[in-house]
């Protein structure tokens, strides 16, 4: 059974950090596509980062140079690193996976997601 568990998150002023993990269990074979999404209140889902199983990356324009994915293989565990924070950023964020070798931004592609964890930028 395939089960995505989420840490991290919370309350940060703007221009802070915050890092979330998620770790991923229950895939079989050797391919592991993570990523990483947001939802603020009142708007839809979007893709904010991913690492496909070949290790390459792909941002959302709007973090690209403030957010880092990363992924260790032997954990199976997906972190997001966000650095200079800003209330935009807000919003409740959910780790999804796929057993590909590479994934995609639109969220309805994914079937498996983590339980999501707040978090929220103050000005």
């Known amino acids: 059974q395939v089960e995505l568990v989420q840490s991290g998150g919370g309350s940060v002023q703007a221009g802070g950090s915050r890092r979330l993990s998620c770790a991923a269990s229950g895939f079989t074979g050797r391919k592991l596509c993570m990523g990483w999404f947001r939802q603020a209140p009142g708007k839809e889902r979007e893709g904010v980062a991913l690492?496909?199983?070949?290790?390459?990356?792909t941002y959302v324009d709007s973090v690209k140079g403030r957010f880092t994915i990363s992924k260790d293989n032997a954990k199976s565990t997906s972190y997001l690193q966000m650095d200079s924070l800003k209330p935009e950023d807000t919003g409740m964020y959910f780790c999804a996976a796929q057993g590909t070798l590479y994934c995609t931004l639109p969220p309805v592609t994914y079937n498996n997601w983590g339980q999501g964890t707040q978090v929220t930028v103050s000005s």
């Open positions: 690492i496909h199983s070949t290790g390459e990356t």
